[in-house]
């Protein structure tokens, strides 16, 4: 009986052995800090390397955006199996349709190994148990922007890998405008006098919530508690979001009387910047190509400061890659995602399409920093709020919009407006949750 318990141990203890050797970059006791530990090229100063190595036999699928990114996916394809000796073979699918591709094809083996997508579409995917876990977390938390680790992660775990980041900040005129402002009180004061000499100062969409959370969050008003992670409170008729569409109504009082909510388009609001009929613009780095193709000379700022001292917090957006679960080869996988979010590949990237990148490390490279459409972006996206990527965050929209629309159309109170939303939002989550 003796020899039986004793032999029964030793066979448990060799399986335990073997399956934590067979988990390769899957467990977490595989990536313990190694002395000595070969470096993988990807990282080489890197306090937090270990050896993670590809599995025997391993090829890879790329899901890559189309244009100039197939052209840089394509290239980080051969020097990756340059490095490791593992073939990636690169397929176009819009970052936007991957993660629902992935639903289908995850299971049946025809996705993507590595796939891009943006922040705000792969939460569904993440929670559905579709996207391995990103293998070095505290070191990507130490070496990008907050906003970028915030944005690629799920319930305080991060899957990402972050490639870009975006934001938007103030467009300006400089045939019209010698120095940007720099607080808000500045910028409402010269933007109503320019009404005098051209169509309009300024204008924005007061519904769209897109462009206005910078407002919000600026003057404490948030969207979901806990980091935009517990949808059971919501921030959106606190005092702080009372002040942001006060300061909305200021705006249109200022600089857009008269005019209804309805008649301020995205595309008007272009349309009159692109023609030199309108000296501010709040826009992407989306805008720059169509304002340049217009002959436009303009310059780009962060937004101006508040007047409780504070910058307004914009809606960021993130676009990373991220590992598919069913992917027979994890440890490839995730060197792959590594090796493009390196420095050296992220700095590519920005040269080959425009992406800016949320390393720390490049926020002050030269070539970047001779760009000052560039940097005015990611000075501004320093202030950036991740757009929430939780599955309730479409609920939020329409109701904003509403009220803020009915405050601007009909001088309705801001409080109740708003507390009107906040009760649409919430029994629209109770009835999704059900």
Avoid at 46 to 63: K, Q, R
Avoid at 234 to 244: C, D, P, Q
Avoid at 374 to 392: I, K, T, Y
Avoid at 403 to 411: G, I, M, P, R
Wanted: aromatic share 12%; glycine share 8%; charged share 25%.
């Amino acid at each position: 009986m003796v020899k039986n318990t004793k032999f029964l141990l030793l066979s448990l203890l060799m399986i335990m052995m073997l399956t934590l050797v067979a988990c390769g970059g899957n467990d977490d006791a595989a990536k313990e800090d190694t002395d000595g530990a070969v470096d993988n090229g990807v990282n080489e100063e890197s306090d937090f390397d270990f050896e993670i190595v590809p599995e025997e036999g391993a090829e890879l699928l790329f899901w890559s955006e189309g244009d100039e990114n197939l052209d840089w996916a394509r290239e980080m394809a051969e020097a990756f199996e340059a490095e490791y000796g593992v073939p990636v073979q690169v397929e176009e699918v819009n970052q936007e349709d991957a993660p629902e591709r992935l639903a289908t094809d995850g299971p049946s083996g025809l996705a993507g190994d590595v796939f891009a997508s943006t922040h705000d579409r792969i939460g569904r995917a993440i929670s559905a148990g579709l996207v391995l876990e990103n293998f070095w977390p505290e070191e990507y938390e130490a070496e990008f922007m907050d906003a970028a680790i915030q944005a690629t992660s799920f319930d305080d775990v991060l899957y990402g890998y972050p490639a870009r980041i975006e934001t938007y900040a103030l467009y300006y005129n400089k045939d019209l405008v010698d120095t940007p402002p720099a607080t808000m009180d500045e910028f409402i004061a010269v933007a109503k006098e320019l009404n005098d000499e051209i169509d309009r100062g300024f204008m924005m969409e007061p519904g769209n919530f897109y462009f206005t959370y910078g407002f919000f969050g600026g003057y404490g008003g948030y969207v979901f508690g806990d980091n935009n992670t517990d949808v059971s409170e919501i921030g959106l008729n606190n005092e702080g979001s009372v002040k942001a569409v006060e300061l909305i109504k200021e705006l249109r009082d200022e600089i857009a009387p008269g005019v209804a909510a309805e008649d301020i388009t995205y595309d008007v609001r272009t349309s009159l910047f692109e023609t030199g009929d309108m000296a501010f613009d709040i826009n992407g780095p989306w805008a720059i190509q169509g304002y340049r193709s217009a002959g436009i000379d303009f310059g780009i700022t962060p937004l101006p400061v508040l007047d409780n001292g504070q910058n307004p917090t914009s809606f960021s957006g993130a676009g990373a890659f991220y590992v598919n679960a069913y992917t027979p080869y994890p440890d490839a996988s995730a060197l792959f995602a590594k090796f493009i979010t390196s420095e050296e590949n992220l700095l590519k990237l920005y040269e080959t399409v425009g992406h800016l990148p949320p390393r720390l490390a490049l926020l002050d490279n030269e070539v970047i920093q001779s760009n000052p459409f560039a940097v005015a972006f990611l000075e501004q996206a320093e202030h950036a709020v991740p757009m929430p990527n939780v599955p309730e965050m479409p609920l939020v929209w329409g109701p904003m919009e509403a009220a803020v629309n009915e405050v601007w159309n009909n001088d309705v109170d801001i409080q109740e407006a708003l507390d009107r939303a906040v009760n649409t939002i919430e029994n629209a989550i109770r009835e999704q949750q059900q």
